[in-house]
């Protein structure tokens, strides 16, 4: 006997819709603060360490989202560290994040103009201080879009956490369907929590995109 009401689901598929927002804001915070000293190393442009970087962007740029949370849930176990879900689908997703904030962020920086750097030093600032004053207020107007949009993405990525065992929203619209045997309601009200979650962040990334089009060009 099936007692679910129309509340029960839609209860139910809000409560694992925190997870799914509390996963993409501990994956995108977690992105920043791995992304920020890897942008800083790259900018200082010694070879090594800039080989590296490059080769931990494309690990996780070039490989599936899907294989990454496998292996950080499983692959870890290999060594006796016993992850939880949220755990793994968390560092997963920071590692993913991290490597696509790096490329925005470096590549945002590297589209001043070198003259700036140059006249920076002739007015005897430091890198820091050039970097902090002057190539990082301009370096956020261009890279701010694109990281908006990019947390679209990671909003989406989430939703594979669900294959490991993290209940965010596609599992509990699944766990909800096995229960209700109504998938047209129960995945069409999922789709519908992706649509109001994903759907402002593209909006706001058109937005900034046009605002700093329009003033680059004035």
């Known amino acids: 006997m099936n007692t679910f009401t129309d509340w029960d689901i839609l209860r139910n598929l809000l409560l694992a819709a925190r997870w799914t927002v509390a996963l993409s804001v501990t994956a995108f915070f977690g992105g920043t603060l791995v992304a920020l000293p890897l942008v800083r190393l790259r900018l200082a442009g010694r070879v090594w360490p800039n080989r590296i970087i490059r080769a931990y962007v494309e690990l996780f740029q070039g490989t599936p989202l899907l294989m990454q949370l496998f292996l950080a849930f499983f692959g870890v176990a290999l060594f006796g560290i016993d992850l939880s879900p949220w755990a793994a689908a968390a560092l997963a997703l920071t590692c993913y994040t991290?490597?696509?904030?790096?490329?925005?962020?470096?590549?945002?920086?590297?589209?001043?103009?070198k003259g700036q750097w140059e006249a920076c030093r002739c007015l005897g600032l430091s890198t820091g201080q050039t970097l902090f004053r002057v190539v990082l207020p301009q370096a956020l107007r261009i890279g701010i879009a694109p990281t908006v949009g990019f947390a679209v993405q990671v909003v989406k990525g989430t939703a594979l956490a669900s294959i490991i065992g993290f209940i965010e929203l596609t599992k509990a619209g699944t766990i909800l369907n096995n229960v209700?045997?109504?998938?047209?309601?129960?995945?069409?009200?999922?789709?519908?929590?992706?649509?109001?979650?994903?759907?402002?962040?593209?909006?706001?990334?058109?937005?900034?995109?046009?605002?700093?089009?329009?003033?680059?060009h004035h």
């Open 98 to 113: 991290s490597a696509f904030l790096v490329d925005i962020w470096f590549g945002s920086i590297r589209a001043l103009p």
């Open 180 to 216: 209700t045997y109504q998938p047209f309601k129960v995945f069409g009200l999922v789709a519908l929590g992706y649509f109001l979650m994903c759907y402002p962040l593209s909006r706001y990334s058109q937005y900034l995109e046009k605002k700093f089009n329009a003033a680059h």
